[in-house]
């Protein structure tokens, strides 16, 4: 019902169990958006998600799950997942998260961001630090790569070269002491700067 409201028209496709799932993606040449709960039986959920990401790349997944842990959250952003949303999440909550992945965004909850949270890599022991050892110019970059940005697109938002945007994104990783752009992006959030967007 809830995703009924995303758009008239909307056509959702359901699964039992993970295999399943995977099987209706194989069989489904134009997906959207795959929402993958975490306890299904079959495959386990990691595995599950590496499939997707491996046989159908340019589909976003989003995590459904009724356990809200922020390791898990963390694991799951880290192995591919462009979003997670808890079940006690409101009608209007999953309907914005659904659609910043549907715009090419990161859904990640609130709890992540929490200033009490475990410490989930070390960019997020001192985000002010880390935002004030970046250059506005890496700082405009950071938001793009929050939003999804590929390093092409961010170039033309920016109007630079490919490989002057690629060069941002490495000071960026190696400023905010994080092995990749997900990471990045959970830092990004920590500092505010998908605030707007993740509410």
Same mark, same amino acid.
């Given at each position: 019902?809830?995703?009924? @409201?995303? &758009?008239?028209?909307?056509?959702?496709?359901?699964?039992?169990? @993970?295999?399943?799932?995977?099987?209706? +993606?194989?069989? !489904?040449?134009?997906?959207?958006?795959?929402?993958?709960?975490?306890?299904?039986?079959?495959?386990?959920?990691?595995? +599950?998600?590496?499939?997707?990401? =491996?046989?159908?790349?340019?589909?976003?997944?989003?995590?459904? =799950?009724?356990?809200?842990?922020?390791?898990?959250?963390?694991?799951?952003?880290?192995?591919?997942?462009?979003?997670f949303i808890p079940k006690t999440s409101s009608s209007?909550?999953? #309907?914005?998260?659904?659609?910043?992945?549907? =715009?090419?965004? @990161?859904?990640?909850?609130?709890?992540?961001?929490?200033?009490?949270?475990?410490?989930?890599?070390? &960019?997020?022991?001192?985000?002010?630090?880390?935002?004030?050892?970046? !250059?506005?110019?890496?700082?405009?970059?950071?938001?793009?790569?929050?939003?999804?940005?590929?390093?092409?697109? #961010?170039?033309?938002?920016?109007?630079?070269?490919?490989?002057?945007?690629?060069? @941002?994104? !490495?000071?960026?990783?190696? &400023?905010?002491?994080?092995?990749?752009?997900? =990471?990045?992006?959970? &830092?990004? +959030?920590?500092?505010?700067?998908?605030?707007?967007?993740?509410?």
């Amino acid at each position: 019902m809830v995703l009924q @409201h995303l &758009a008239p028209g909307t056509r959702c496709l359901t699964a039992g169990d @993970h295999r399943e799932a995977l099987d209706t +993606a194989r069989a !489904t040449p134009i997906l959207d958006l795959v929402l993958l709960d975490i306890r299904m039986p079959g495959l386990t959920w990691e595995e +599950a998600l590496r499939t997707l990401r =491996s046989e159908r790349p340019e589909v976003p997944v989003v995590i459904l =799950s009724a356990l809200v842990d922020r390791a898990l959250i963390t694991t799951a952003m880290r192995a591919g997942a462009r979003g997670f949303i808890p079940k006690t999440s409101s009608s209007s909550v999953m #309907i914005n998260a659904i659609n910043l992945v549907l =715009s090419g965004g @990161h859904y990640i909850p609130p709890l992540v961001l929490d200033d009490d949270a475990e410490e989930t890599g070390p &960019a997020d022991k001192d985000a002010a630090n880390a935002a004030a050892a970046l !250059t506005p110019r890496q700082m405009d970059v950071l938001r793009l790569v929050a939003r999804g940005l590929s390093n092409r697109d #961010i170039a033309h938002v920016l109007d630079l070269s490919e490989g002057t945007v690629k060069l @941002h994104v !490495t000071a960026i990783l190696k &400023a905010l002491g994080v092995p990749n752009r997900t =990471s990045a992006v959970i &830092a990004a +959030a920590r500092m505010g700067l998908t605030e707007g967007e993740t509410s």
